[in-house]
């Protein structure tokens, strides 16, 4: 399952947010540092449109959504690296997570405290990319002086040692792991350092319900600064997801036209990470259930099969496909099969996004 941290500075909005994302979240968002001590976690379905349509086709029992874990991380603050606030123990938290939601404060309101004495997004962000620059090359440092007697008779000690020396160059100037291109093997080998820099990063800019749709002056300098680190940027309210909270599901629609949006943040969130991490949705329907899996782009359908079940990949023999808007506009699998839409693809197949499959295996 998909993990996201949600990071920031203390009274960006995080707390708030998760809240409204994990409708049962218990997290407490007081006005006032470190309100979070523990990372709070909840589990969020991804809503996805084109689960109802499938299952009225299959007329399905059940819908099932692929879901996201979110972590909301306390507020980090300068120094954290040094073990500031609370620091090492919350950045040992990001460590664990896929993907890095950086909340800035983009509002301006005199009645919300903000650590730093003013609203400057940009300057918020670059502390928090500091800190985890910082932590990410005291782990380099220590893991490259336990390397040094490896190296000398390991050769993989060594490739391990280079790719480090490259990305020890790169946070020393001030720059991120994510930086640095490193081959298939560097890559498995940095890995488990679990580098807080090589998380890819959306910047939610948390702004007031009047600015969601236009956004203002502090959204519009984050993102320059998410164009030169190759980051996603998401406007965001958490003041407007905290009131769909309370509104009936068929009124949520309507609120968010009136604010001049068409979708929630959770979707938008949930867009942009999917796309940050190149994942695919691919779908499975029938009487019992229709559901919505996630995969890496570029799996091929074996792969994709292993995703429900380990034995699904290992005695694959074909897969039933045809895709979401074909079926769509069959009206049925019997249809598209008349159609000549429905296909049977083999193990070389790379799964595309929206494919609705059946696999064929042998046990």
Same mark, same amino acid.
């Given at each position: ?130 800190? +985890? ?13 336990? +390397? ?98 309370? +509104? ?7 609120? +968010? ?107």
């Amino acid at each position: 399952m998909l993990k996201a941290g949600i990071v920031g500075l203390p009274n960006v909005g995080k707390s708030t947010l998760f809240n409204a994302l994990v409708a049962n979240a218990q997290a407490e968002a007081a006005n006032y540092p470190f309100c979070t001590i523990e990372p709070n976690s909840g589990i969020v379905s991804v809503p996805d449109g084109r689960l109802a349509q499938l299952s009225a086709i299959s007329h399905s029992k059940e819908l099932i959504p692929t879901r996201v874990e979110v972590v909301d991380i306390a507020g980090l603050v300068k120094g954290a690296s040094q073990g500031e606030g609370l620091g090492n123990k919350f950045l040992a938290n990001i460590r664990e997570v896929d993907a890095i939601v950086h909340v800035v404060r983009c509002f301006e309101n005199d009645d919300v405290i903000h650590v730093s004495g003013t609203v400057d997004p940009v300057r918020d962000a670059e502390i928090i990319n500091l800190e +985890l620059g910082l932590s990410d090359l005291s782990q380099v440092e220590k893991r490259r002086e336990r +390397l040094k007697k490896q190296a000398r008779t390991s050769k993989e000690a060594q490739v391990e040692d280079a790719a480090l020396a490259r990305i020890q160059a790169e946070l020393e100037q001030g720059g991120a792991a994510r930086n640095v291109e490193l081959g298939p093997e560097e890559a498995a080998m940095v890995r488990p350092l679990g580098l807080l820099t090589a998380k890819p990063i959306i910047y939610a800019t948390n702004v007031s319900e009047d600015d969601l749709a236009s956004g203002n002056a502090h959204v519009e300098a984050v993102r320059v600064l998410a164009a030169q680190e190759g980051a996603e940027i998401v406007p965001i309210s958490a003041q407007v997801e905290a009131e769909l909270i309370e +509104l009936p599901e068929e009124e949520r629609a309507e609120f +968010l036209a009136g604010l001049g949006v068409s979708e929630g943040g959770l979707q938008s969130l949930i867009r942009a990470t999917y796309a940050l991490l190149g994942l695919r949705t691919y779908f499975t329907t029938g009487e019992k259930e229709t559901r919505a899996w996630t995969i890496q782009a570029g799996m091929t359908a074996p792969q994709a099969a292993g995703v429900i079940h380990t034995d699904f990949e290992r005695g694959f023999i074909r897969a039933q496909t045809v895709s979401y808007a074909q079926l769509l506009e069959a009206g049925s699998l019997a249809e598209a099969r008349n159609r000549g839409w429905l296909r049977s693809e083999g193990k070389e197949y790379v799964v595309a996004e929206g494919d609705v499959m059946e696999f064929l295996f042998n046990v």
